[in-house]
């Protein structure tokens, strides 16, 4: 099968790769500038570069819309407009331009029509491709549940893929989702924005938490690297013992002894410093006796009376 992506950043750039090595033909890679879109090919291995919306993403079986998503619904938009049959308006080709006329929007039905668009969001669903549904395109949303950095492509084998959309986009989700060795799982379309606020908690939360953590012992007189290292390994020790003994086993900490004098000096050694510090401490204490304690609530109960919540 073929591949268009429009928007090859960090996504875009390791899906169309890891394709790519599995015997997709990668057809117009679309970035904002010249320069971006001829390195977003160099890394893929293969593509053509456009610096903007081309007829050309048509030659492809399936789009992966990867913008950022603030990004998606205006080009959604914008390629809603773009179509071999009509010749573009000088200096429109990816800016808005006005409505397609009567004979322009059947041209325009007959080549997206059965066209497969996804985009990668984890937040939004496939309804910001509407535009593109209405000439007849099958969309879904992909979401790799990956973080993807800019220097190296992770390996995506036992990656979870949620995904959802119209059937036919869907298949084609599924689909790829098993060919980068992930598993493909579906999705409620209103279910997104709380489907990505869980990874949050489980990733981007983690990170501020083990940051925010060596920021203090480094303000106490820690040496940086050790204070990183040091909390590293004791989180990698308690995700080790949350996979192998379950949750409520590998609570530790002071509240799940029950030891509410401890949190107490916590709460005051934790004054100093920015009063994120002490709010986010407060906030997962309670998180931890909402989701950990086996006690009907008395543990949240003196928490809230404590922290005054
Ligand atoms: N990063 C992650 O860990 C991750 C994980 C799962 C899903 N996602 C989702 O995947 C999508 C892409 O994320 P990303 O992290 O790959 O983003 P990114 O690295 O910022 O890349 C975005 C790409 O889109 C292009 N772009 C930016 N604004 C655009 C616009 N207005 N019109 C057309 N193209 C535009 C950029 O062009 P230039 O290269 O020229 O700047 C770049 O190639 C998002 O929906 C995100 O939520 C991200």
């Known amino acids: 099968m073929s591949l268009a992506i429009v928007g090859a950043g960090r996504v875009g750039r390791a899906l169309g790769k890891l394709l790519r ?43 992966l819309l990867t913008t950022p998503d603030s990004a ?4 959604a938009a914008k390629l809603a407009q773009v179509t071999r049959g ?13 409505a397609l006329s009567p004979a322009e929007g059947r041209v325009a039905r007959s080549e997206w029509g059965g066209r497969i668009v996804l985009h990668t969001s984890g937040a939004l669903d496939s309804c910001v491709l509407a535009p593109l549904t209405r000439l007849g395109a099958a969309v879904g949303s992909l979401h790799p549940l990956q973080t993807f950095g800019a220097r190296s492509i992770p390996s995506l084998r036992g990656v979870l893929f949620t995904l959802e959309g119209d059937p036919r986009a869907a298949r084609v989700a599924r689909r790829i989702a098993r060919q980068l060795g992930g598993i493909p799982i579906e999705i409620p379309a209103r279910a ?27 303000k106490l007189g820690f040496p940086k690297k050790q204070a990183q290292r040091g909390l590293l390994r004791m989180a990698r020790q308690m995700l080790s013992n949350l996979e192998t003994l379950g949750p409520r086993a590998s609570w530790s900490g002071p509240v799940s ?32 006796a909402r989701v950990l304690a086996a006690d009907n609530g008395a543990t949240l109960r003196r928490l809230k009376r404590m922290l005054k919540d």
């Open 21 to 63: 090595d599995r015997g997709w033909r990668i057809a117009a890679v679309v970035t904002c500038s010249s320069a971006t879109a001829r390195a977003a090919v160099r890394a893929i291995g293969a593509g053509k570069p456009f610096a903007h919306l081309t007829p050309e993403i048509l030659s492809a079986d399936v789009i």
């Open 72 to 75: 998606i619904a205006a080009t």
């Open 86 to 98: 009509i010749p573009p308006r000088p200096g429109v080709v990816g800016a808005t331009r006005l």
């Open 192 to 218: 997104k924005p709380a489907y990505h606020a869980a990874g949050a908690f489980a990733a981007a939360h983690m990170l501020s938490l083990i940051e925010g953590g060596t920021q203090m012992l480094v």
């Open 257 to 288: 002894r029950g030891d509410f004098s401890t949190v107490e000096k916590h709460m005051v050694a934790l004054a100093p410093f920015a009063t994120e510090f002490s709010r986010a401490h407060a906030a997962m204490l309670l998180l931890s």
